[in-house]
């Protein structure tokens, strides 16, 4: 079936509001997944525990996967800029998820024991610090913020989602309390994309340096 011709123009249909829309409805579907085993007593002997490290894990790769996204571009050419910040969007609500559980199910909503709890357990504090960091960011993913803010100062303010995955990463490790695989390997994964941001402003650089060069050569 050929596109509708309208005044001599080929009408094109953008499938990428659509696709957007469908990063946020299948992010979700393990979020519903988990609660669905937790409330069906399906999900371990502590469901508690288990929704909220399951919620914690989704939240970290799908940081993972919004910083990712850079590194497809440069290196690979797979421009998926147009959903980073859905996916950006999705590992906060997980993040929100993984808090909501622990401050209602876990400590009942007893302001007075989550406080000792940020005071006293270094890993809810770093855990903490990576939400704080989060919630500016999650506030301003929209065109309007960077309108206010200004591209420069929007990019600078989220800049800080290398901390606050390095942070997440760290929590995730302390968080068992003893050495396992799992953490480990996504903390060496969110290694890799924070060396990748640092490192890669230098090689494109150099690259670009001696591109230029050759040029004037020629």
């Known amino acids: 079936m050929s596109a509708p011709v309208q005044a001599g123009k080929v009408t094109r249909i953008s499938w990428q509001p659509l696709i957007r829309s469908m990063v ?38 799908f940081l993972i996967l919004t910083l990712s996204i850079t590194p497809l571009r440069q290196i690979f050419r797979v421009n998926l800029l147009r959903y980073r910040r859905a996916l950006g969007l999705v590992a906060f609500y997980y993040v929100m998820l993984h808090l909501g559980v622990w401050l209602w199910f876990d400590r009942g909503l007893d302001l007075h024991a989550v406080l000792i709890d940020i005071l006293r357990r270094p890993y809810i504090t770093i855990g903490m610090a990576a939400f704080a960091i989060l919630v500016p960011l999650a506030l301003t993913s929209n065109n309007w913020s960077i309108r206010r803010m200004g591209g420069k100062a ?27 695989a799992e953490p480990l390997v996504y903390a060496a994964i969110v290694m890799v994309l924070l060396v990748f941001r640092i490192v890669w402003p230098m090689v494109a650089g150099n690259t670009s340096r001696a591109r230029r060069m050759k040029d004037s050569r020629t």
Do not use: N
């Not at 299948?26 to 937790?38: E, I, K």
């Not at 007593?41 to 508690?48: E, F, L, N, Q, T």
């Not at 989602?161 to 003893?178: D, N, P, R, S, W």
């Open 24 to 61: 946020y409805v299948v992010g979700m579907l393990p979020a519903a997944w988990l609660f669905y085993l937790a409330f069906t007593d399906r999900i371990g002997a502590d469901p508690v525990a288990q929704l909220e490290w399951g919620l914690g894990l989704w939240g970290l790769r």
């Open 154 to 180: 929007w990019a600078k303010l989220h800049k800080l989602v290398y901390l606050a995955v390095a942070l997440g990463a760290l929590h995730f490790i302390m968080i068992k309390k003893v050495w396992m």
